[in-house]
């Protein structure tokens, strides 16, 4: 399994670590793409840095909550737009957004005085709301404000409320991910333990790792809820403050995406021997399976076989449809972190595409081992790509499709590639059967919609030279 130079980073000697092509008949063993390192000088990474994979990956899709950043107010946002993590309570915590807009001036004489400030302005804005996480910045962290200071001074003076404090500045990692282990370990520090949940089943789970894109979420909650399950928390789409306190009295810890929050289900089952089960809520063999261990887990396969039977006879046909149309299409499949292992293999299998690249933004090497041993050979894996690189890619792999963020998606459409929104999706939810399905027909609208067809029609004295437009030839 070679490393694979791309033309465009030749002059980033270091950047060849980070790609590989497997090779027919090869294992991982040989060559894995160098992963979770500092962004080498001069690469235009498009990762996101470590106060954003704590916020605006694990902690803003908690719903009951006012998350303020202590920084400038630029640092806030992904929100509106860029964010689809939605909640059941009308998504209070997407329509507001909280900074305390540190100047030049808070630099030099400090933010602390204008952080309580804002604090006891946003909850008297908002009365309804007890509950607040602050997150450091960068600009906070390096002049040293002793947020944890402020927040209890706050809960003395106001009983009735309560306060997390999350000190994962960009600069904490060499990605978000750094961000995700920090959030995931103040939470279990601060908070778990520290509220006794109404137990209401015999089986109760903490469903973590789930950020309830689109409502992916409350989908996987319901077959739980039809299994006679308790979820006591999610960890932490559409979850709620209160909820999240109380894992610690959970059965199992049910674990959708590991490299962002195995960190509490492994502090869970140390600190306080719950188990953990790694489950895949994404395809019709691996959902199945998935709802099979954990009946196993508590002796209720057969609630778990009830559902799998009436959901795959109601939806398998919609999904065969899609595979007759979606065979064989080339697909470049880059998310950020652990869809590339999530989907790689399932969508081969369940809708017949072929997956002829994956990236990861921040996973690290056990990501890119589980992607790679899950793509067919030929595929070209890539480490923290570049713009650059993902166009040479693209001008080398020719995919029909690729699944992307909506960043490097415009940059695919200029040279017209459709995307598809494999972060915040186009129409999900995509877990659960129904999502499968979901996905299936969004894939195929991408490929097949006539907008497409029209993009690439020459209709101006500027056009796009055919040799750069190699969409045409399709
Ligand atoms: Fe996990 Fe995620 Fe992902 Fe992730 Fe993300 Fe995301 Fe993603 Mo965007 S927690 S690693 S940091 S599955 S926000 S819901 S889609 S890059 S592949």
Known sequence: MPYHEFECSKCIPERKQHAVLKGEG????????????????????????????????????????????????????????TKRYISDNDNFQLKYTFATDMKEKHIVFGAEKVLKKNI?????????????????????????????????????????VDIFVCNSPGFAGPSQSGGHHKINIAWINQKVGTVEPTITSDYVINYVGEYNIQGDQEVMADYFKRMGIQVLSTFTGNGSYDDLRAMHKAHLNVLECARSAEYIC?????????????????????????????????????????????????????????????????????????????????????????????????????????????????????????????LEAMYTLKPDVIFTGKRPGEVAKKIRVPYLNAHAYHNGPYKGFEGWVRFARDIYNAIYSPIHQLSMLDISEHAIPADRGFATAR
């Open 26 to 81: 090869e294992d991982i063993t040989s060559a894995l793409p160098q992963g979770y390192l500092n962004t080498i000088p001069g690469t235009i990474s498009e990762r996101g840095c470590a106060y954003c994979g704590a916020k605006h990956v694990i902690g803003t899709p908690m719903k009951d909550v006012i998350h303020i950043s202590h920084g400038p107010v630029g640092c806030t946002y992904d929100t509106w737009q």
């Open 266 to 390: 492994n502090e869970l089952r140390v600190r306080y021997g719950i188990p953990r089960l790694d489950i895949d809520g994404f395809g019709f063999g691996p959902l199945s399976d998935s709802l099979r261990k954990i009946g196993l887990f508590f002796g209720i396969e057969d609630r778990a076989q009830a559902i799998i039977d009436e959901e795959v006879a109601r939806w398998k046909p919609e999904l065969e449809w899609y595979k007759a149309r979606l065979h064989g299409k080339k697909v470049c499949l880059w998310p950020g972190g652990s869809k590339l292992w999530h989907w790689a293999h399932v969508i081969h299998e369940e809708m017949g595409v072929e997956v002829v690249s994956v990236y990861t933004k921040f996973g690290h090497q056990g990501d890119m081992e589980k992607g790679i041993a899950r793509c067919e050979a030929g595929a070209l894996a890539i480490d923290d790509p570049n713009e650059l690189e993902s």
């Open 120 to 160: 006891i302005e946003a909850f008297d804005a908002h009365p309804a709301i007890k509950r607040m996480t602050i997150y450091q910045t960068c600009a906070s962290a390096l002049i040293g404000d002793d947020i944890a200071a402020i927040a209890q001074e706050v809960m003395d003076e106001r009983p009735d």
